[in-house]
């Protein structure tokens, strides 16, 4: 096993994904009791720190230094919409500080993983002009990339801006990588779920479920709770017959009674998901438990990077530093 460090970890969406690309963590960074406490549950045996990432000293931590891979879930809602786009001007950004950090860690790769606009937006050049002049001082050479998690099997329409940096002697080795797998759709992977409490119409909305979700939104400490985002993303819930005005703590019984345009938004009669039906969507398998309470575990799951887009890119990053 290659060996990682992994900063901003959250729920583990990321770390599970380059755990199936043949990544070990030396230490997972995260500053959220309830994802330390995922991440303490799912992985016993990991070195799981719960900390503000500004307090960090690696030389205090020399398991860290010249690790294979520095793996940064930094946070995505200073360059998001939701988050006002305040980039830099956020308290919490921290892609400044992650970049701080692998001038004392060293890695051999870098991998930062963030919303689209943190690559296409104008008013976040001068951030991307910040990482390619340090990093480049550091003597890596990186290449910033679009890839959407449906191109890799995960049930939902989710772009991500993924930088990756390699050391000189590595980089060369390194390719993006293809598209895998034709994603199902949001009524084939959860109609076993819909029906696991005997609710014998999860077969006919299943069907109606016939293609895959909208990102999956939500994961701001500052906005909303535990619901699937603005009107707008839950109209396009309803369209899929999900009742996106909040969550739900169990999957529909052999009571409920589909019913299309109940309420003034026309989605009172739809079934809601559960935080685990939500997780499913992201890539996440059944047995990856998630701490705290619906809200909190939502939270984590929303702003995850699917385990799947992330085992895709560890892969051909062990690659390029295999070769």
């Given at each position: 096993?290659?060996?990682?460090?992994?900063?901003?970890?959250?729920a583990?969406?990321?770390?599970?994904?380059?755990?199936?690309?043949?990544?070990?963590?030396?230490?997972?960074?995260?500053?959220?009791?309830?994802?330390?406490?995922?991440?303490?549950?799912?992985?016993?045996?990991?070195?799981?720190q719960?900390?503000?990432?500004?307090?960090?000293?690696?030389a205090?931590?020399?398991?860290?230094?010249?690790?294979?891979?520095?793996?940064?879930?930094?946070?995505?809602?200073?360059?998001?919409?939701?988050?006002?786009?305040?980039?830099?001007?956020?308290?919490?950004?921290?892609?400044?500080?992650?970049?701080?950090?692998?001038?004392?860690?060293?890695?051999?790769?870098?991998?930062?993983?963030?919303?689209?606009?943190l690559?296409?937006?104008?008013?976040?050049?001068?951030?991307?002009?910040?990482?390619?002049?340090?990093?480049?001082?550091?003597?890596?050479?990186?290449?910033?990339?679009?890839?959407?998690?449906q191109?890799?099997?995960?049930?939902?329409?989710?772009?991500?801006?993924?930088?990756?940096?390699?050391?000189?002697?590595?980089?060369?080795?390194?390719?993006?990588?293809c598209?895998?797998?034709?994603?199902?759709t949001?009524?084939?992977?959860?109609?076993?779920?819909?029906?696991?409490?005997?609710?014998?119409?999860?077969?006919?909305?299943?069907?109606?479920?016939?293609?895959?979700?909208?990102?999956?939104?939500?994961?701001?400490?500052?906005?909303?709770?535990?619901?699937?985002?603005?009107?707008?993303?839950?109209?396009?819930?309803?369209?899929?017959?999900?009742?996106?005005?909040?969550?739900?703590?169990?999957?529909?019984?052999?009571?409920?009674?589909?019913?299309?345009?109940?309420?003034?938004?026309?989605?009172?009669?739809?079934?809601?998901?559960t935080?685990?039906?939500?997780?499913?969507?992201?890539?996440?398998?059944?047995d990856?438990?998630?701490?705290?309470?619906?809200?909190?575990?939502?939270?984590?799951?929303?702003?995850?990077?699917?385990?799947?887009?992330?085992?895709?890119v560890?892969?051909?990053?062990?690659?390029?530093?295999?070769?």
């Amino acid at each position: 096993m290659l060996r990682s460090l992994e900063i901003c970890a959250g729920a583990g969406g990321q770390a599970l994904g380059l755990e199936q690309a043949g990544f070990e963590p030396v230490m997972s960074i995260d500053n959220d009791p309830n994802a330390c406490a995922t991440l303490r549950t799912n992985r016993p045996h990991w070195n799981v720190q719960q900390l503000d990432l500004h307090d960090f000293v690696a030389a205090d931590h020399p398991q860290v230094l010249d690790v294979d891979l520095m793996a940064c879930g930094v946070p995505c809602t200073p360059f998001s919409v939701a988050g006002k786009q305040k980039g830099v001007e956020d308290e919490r950004d921290l892609l400044e500080v992650a970049i701080w950090l692998a001038h004392e860690v060293q890695p051999k790769a870098i991998l930062i993983e963030n919303v689209p606009a943190l690559l296409t937006g104008n008013k976040f050049a001068s951030s991307r002009d910040f990482v390619r002049e340090e990093l480049g001082h550091l003597g890596y050479r990186l290449h910033w990339e679009l890839l959407n998690a449906q191109d890799f099997g995960v049930a939902q329409r989710r772009p991500h801006s993924i930088l990756v940096a390699l050391r000189k002697e590595y980089y060369d080795h390194f390719q993006w990588p293809c598209p895998t797998d034709w994603p199902l759709t949001v009524g084939e992977v959860l109609q076993a779920s819909m029906a696991s409490r005997g609710w014998e119409g999860a077969g006919a909305w299943a069907k109606e479920a016939n293609t895959i979700a909208p990102t999956v939104v939500g994961g701001s400490k500052k906005h909303g709770g535990a619901d699937l985002g603005p009107s707008r993303t839950k109209a396009a819930w309803a369209k899929l017959g999900v009742n996106g005005s909040s969550l739900a703590d169990e999957v529909p019984g052999p009571d409920f009674v589909l019913e299309h345009g109940v309420g003034p938004h026309g989605w009172l009669g739809l079934p809601k998901l559960t935080v685990r039906q939500v997780a499913r969507l992201q890539g996440f398998p059944d047995d990856w438990i998630f701490s705290g309470r619906k809200t909190a575990s939502y939270r984590q799951v929303a702003q995850t990077f699917p385990p799947p887009v992330a085992a895709a890119v560890g892969e051909q990053i062990k690659r390029a530093l295999s070769l």
